[in-house]
């Protein structure tokens, strides 16, 4: 387990800096509407999504986090029993307060199996029960539910990055390995993927949680850019390839592109190529993610801003 931060680093002011919807404003929209118990605009911007399973993953998984999410999305399905769409959006809700103590979760798991029994081929209640099971399960349930993500949308983008993250948290004393699986996971699932898949970047992101298990379990500093974790002859091979796949392949439409951009922009600042930096922080504008910027117990706005701010030359 990592400490808790130094006194003064305020969680609150972080977890208010971040937008988990990121630059979806018409899930931002939907999402106030909810919490006003206006459900039909839930209903109306899950339906128009449709089998965009990654946009799907990533608008119900936002949803879900909403402290009124559970109540009125019980109230959507006794308006709308037949309902598909109020019973994922149940169940990830539910998945929700189960990681906050606030549900068993035994509840959770059986309110996304029966969700996933009304919709077989949506692979977004299997990505709730994976977001439990990351957390609270046994290593075999965890691959189990990512084998079931992947069979109904086999390039999921937020079910990779929760398996890379468990991946990395095995053998955390074992120092900076560059044969650990992680590496092998992240690799091997890039390498799958289409040419133009956002998965090309998954190396990037195995390296920054590995830092993340290091740096907490005390095995070298915590400042990224101090620890030395992105110096290696690997780690650099990495950086150019991923930066490269991103000048080629760049996509505007990927409704989790910023999560990818911020942890290439974070590896760029901890390599020193702060160009590089520069062109992706203008890619992320003001849509930062708490993943990596706060690893391993930092104040991740606090890290994100004043690295965007040093190489854009702004105050």
């Known amino acids: 387990m990592s400490p808790p931060p130094p006194l003064g680093r305020g969680r609150k002011r972080t977890s208010q800096a971040f937008d988990a ?3 979806d404003a018409e899930l931002a929209v939907a999402r106030t509407s909810l919490n006003q118990g206006r459900w039909t605009d839930v209903r109306d911007l899950l339906a128009a999504t449709g089998d965009d399973w990654d946009r799907r993953g990533h608008r119900v998984t936002v949803l879900a ?6 109540a ?15 019973a994922v959006l149940l169940g990830c809700a539910t998945v ?5 103590g606030k549900e068993r979760p035994d509840t959770a798991r059986e309110a996304c199996r ?39 949308h086999a390039v999921h983008h937020h079910a ?39 998965l090309a970047i998954l190396p990037v992101v195995a390296h920054a949680e590995r830092f993340r298990v ?7 500093p915590a400042d990224p850019v101090a620890s030395g974790h992105w110096a290696g002859r690997r780690a650099r091979q990495v950086m150019k390839a991923a930066f490269d796949w991103w000048l080629e392949w760049e996509h505007g439409d990927h409704p989790r592109r910023l999560v990818d951009l911020n942890f290439l922009a974070h590896a760029k600042i901890c390599e020193g190529r702060d160009g590089e930096a520069a062109a992706l922080f203008l890619r992320i504008a003001e849509h930062p993610t708490a993943a990596p910027w706060s690893y391993p117990d930092r104040d991740g706005y606090q890290a994100f801003r004043a690295a965007r701010d040093r190489v854009l030359g702004t105050v």
């Open 114 to 152: 029966r969700a996933a029994d009304l919709a077989p081929h949506d692979p977004t209640p299997w990505l709730g029960l994976l977001l439990l099971e990351r957390m609270l399960g046994a290593e075999d349930d965890v691959v189990r539910l990512f084998d079931e993500v992947r069979h109904r």
């Open 72 to 86: 009125w999305t019980r109230d959507w399905q006794l308006a709308e029993p037949e309902s598909v769409d109020a």
């Open 214 to 220: 290091l740096a907490g379990a005390g095995n070298g």
């Open 21 to 23: 919807a990121l630059d």
């Open 96 to 100: 929700e307060r189960a990681l906050h």
């Open 65 to 70: 986090q909403e402290s009124a999410a559970l």
């Open 160 to 198: 990779h990055h929760l398996m890379v993250a468990r991946l990395a948290e095995r053998r955390a004393d074992a120092g900076q390995d560059p044969l650990h699986e992680v590496y092998d996971f992240a690799n091997w699932s890039a390498e799958q993927a289409p040419a133009d898949s956002p």
